[in-house]
């Protein structure tokens, strides 16, 4: 089983960016799809992004396209979560998650394996 650390979040005013990453340890990391979800006090989990084992499809969700991109190293065992113009509702704890590619999985329950989760904080 694969386990995950998120690295890079912190605080920064609206307009700013961020990258963040996750590092993958245990397991074979290319045999994953992987995905970025975040969660804001009080609300449930949301999906952010998606990418394939091999990096050749992506997904977003409608609130972050065009300004977040999920890419991966699969020789580092790494997946990036590169956050542009960030505005005050992308404040949350962002998980990235692993999920075997013949899985159905769109929460994050649904994955095989998380991490611990990095704090965003988007200050207006």
């Known amino acids: 089983q694969v386990q995950l650390v998120e690295s890079g979040g912190g605080m920064v005013q609206a307009g700013g960016s961020l990258r963040l990453s996750c590092a993958a340890s245990g397991g074979t990391f290319s045999d994953y799809n992987m995905g970025w979800f975040r969660q804001a006090p009080g609300k449930e989990d949301e999906f952010v992004a998606h990418?394939?084992?091999?990096?050749?499809?992506?997904t977003y969700a409608d609130s972050v396209k065009g300004r977040f991109t999920i890419s991966r190293d699969n020789a580092k065992n790494t997946v990036w979560l590169q956050m542009n113009s960030l505005k005050p509702e992308d404040t949350a704890v962002y998980y990235c998650?692993?999920?075997?590619?013949?899985?159905?999985?769109?929460?994050?329950?649904?994955?095989?394996?998380w991490g611990q989760g990095t704090q965003v904080t988007v200050s207006s």
């Open positions: 998650a692993a999920v075997r590619p013949w899985k159905t999985a769109t929460k994050l329950s649904e994955y095989d394996a």
């Open positions: 990418i394939r084992w091999n990096s050749e499809m992506t």
